[in-house]
C-alpha cells in the first residue's frame, strides 16, 4: 500500500511556476495513468497555454482511456507510455491531477530522474510526490480549475485558436470541470464552478457538442458490460449499498474493455435508498480494479459515506464521492473484504 503524505500541500505560487514555464524552452506535460477528461483537459489546457507563449510542448499520455476523449485531442499526437519513453530534453515538466507516484507507473522511473525539473498542480486531498514546485488547490473541483490561475498568469487567450470552442484553451478546461463534476451535478459544482463555467462559455465553448461527444458517444458493449454487472448485483445494509462485479468472461461475452466502463458503477445510485455503489472488474490475473461512488448528503450538514476513505482502504484514493483502487488477490476475497468495508461505512453513518 502506498504510504501517503501528511503535508501533501502547496509549496509556491501560481506566478511561480508561470514564470518557470516562461523560462523553459521545452517542456513534457503529463497525467496519471489511464487519464480521464480532468486529465486530458488538463494538459491540453496547459499545453495549448504553453504553445501560445511561443514553448514547444510535448505531451505525454500513459495507458488506455475511454475512446470518447479522443475527440478532444483534436490533431495532437500525444507521446504514449508504457509503449514508449521521452527520449527529448526538457526544461520543465508538468504533472497534472494526480500527487501519487502510484498512479504514475509508467513514467515513474523517467520523472523520479528528474524531480528538480517538475511542477505538480493537484485538487486531491491527499499524494505521496516529493515535487518542490506544486499547486494542491483541494477547493477546486478538478484539475483544470486548479490550473487556471496558471494560465491566467501566463497573459493567454482562453478562445483561441479553434472555431466555435474546439481545440481552444476553454474547451480544454470546460472538459475537465464538466466530466469531474459529473456536468455540474456533484456536490463540488459551487459558485466558483458555476462562475468558471460562465467564463468559459462566453470563450466560445459548445458545451451541447461537447455533451454528446463525451457522454452519447459509447460503444454498444458498453451496454453489454452494464447488463452484466447488473446481473450480478448485491445490495448490502437493507439497500443502501450497492457491490458489483465483472469477471473477464463477461468482457468477453459483451465483447468489451476496462475503457467501455465509463459510468457503469453509477448505476445502482439511481435507486433511492443507495448510499454508495462499487464495481470491482478484472482483466487481469490476480489484479481486481475497484470504482467507488457515493451520493451527496439529503441536506446541508447531513452525512454521507466517503468513497476516499474506502479506496483509502484498498491503497487507493480519488474524492469522496468518487474513488479507486487497484488491489492484487482473488475477485473472491476483494469482493468479501470490499463488502466488510462497505458494511462498516454504512453503521458508520448510521
Not at 505531451?59 to 504514449?80: H, K, T
Not at 527529448?88 to 528538480?116: F, I, M, N
Not at 469482493?335 to 458494511?343: D, H, T
Amino acid at each position: 500500500m502506498t504510504q501517503m503524505s501528511a503535508t501533501y500541500s502547496t509549496t509556491t505560487t501560481a506566478r511561480h511556476i508561470a514564470d518557470r514555464f516562461v523560462n523553459a524552452k521545452r517542456v513534457l506535460v503529463t497525467s496519471h495513468d489511464k487519464p480521464d477528461g480532468d486529465a486530458i483537459g488538463s494538459v491540453l489546457a496547459l499545453a495549448r497555454a504553453l504553445r501560445q507563449r511561443g514553448r514547444v510542448v510535448d505531451i505525454w499520455l500513459s495507458g488506455a482511456f475511454d475512446p470518447v476523449l479522443q475527440c478532444l485531442l483534436a490533431n495532437e499526437q500525444p507521446g504514449r507510455a508504457p509503449e514508449k519513453l521521452p527520449s527529448a530534453d526538457y526544461d520543465a515538466v508538468a504533472v497534472l491531477d494526480t500527487g501519487s507516484w502510484g498512479q504514475l507507473e509508467h513514467l515513474g522511473p523517467w520523472l523520479r530522474e528528474r524531480r528538480e525539473k517538475i511542477m505538480g498542480v493537484d485538487h486531491h486531498r491527499s499524494g505521496d510526490t516529493d515535487f518542490t514546485d506544486r499547486i494542491v488547490d483541494t477547493r477546486c473541483a478538478s484539475c483544470t480549475q486548479a490550473l487556471v490561475p496558471i494560465i491566467d498568469a501566463l497573459g493567454v487567450k482562453f478562445d483561441m485558436p479553434g472555431t466555435g470552442g474546439s481545440g481552444s484553451i476553454a474547451e480544454a478546461l470546460f472538459a475537465g470541470l464538466a466530466t469531474d463534476t459529473g456536468w455540474f451535478r456533484f456536490s463540488s459544482a459551487d459558485a466558483a464552478v458555476f462562475t468558471l463555467a460562465s467564463r468559459l462559455l462566453s470563450a466560445g465553448v459548445e458545451k451541447d457538442r461537447l455533451y454528446r461527444q463525451l457522454e452519447e458517444n459509447s460503444r454498444p458493449p458498453r451496454l453489454g458490460l452494464l447488463g452484466r454487472a447488473l446481473s450480478n448485483i448485491r445490495w448490502l445494509a437493507n439497500n443502501r449499498a450497492a457491490i458489483m462485479q465483472l469477471m473477464p468472461d463477461d468482457f468477453a461475452t459483451a465483447s468489451g474493455s476496462p475503457e467501455d466502463l465509463a459510468g457503469v458503477v453509477n448505476a445502482p445510485m439511481q435507486v433511492g435508498s443507495a448510499e454508495c455503489s462499487v464495481l470491482l472488474s478484472q482483466t487481469e490475473v490476480g489484479i481486481v480494479k475497484l470504482s467507488f461512488r457515493s451520493k451527496p448528503a439529503l441536506h446541508a450538514g447531513g452525512g454521507f459515506v466517503d468513497v476516499n476513505r474506502m479506496a483509502g482502504e484498498f491503497g487507493g484514493g480519488g474524492h469522496v464521492h468518487a474513488a479507486g483502487a487497484r488491489v492484487k488477490g482473488e475477485m473472491s476475497v476483494v469482493a468479501q473484504q470490499v463488502a466488510i468495508v462497505i458494511e462498516r461505512s454504512i453503521a458508520e453513518l448510521g
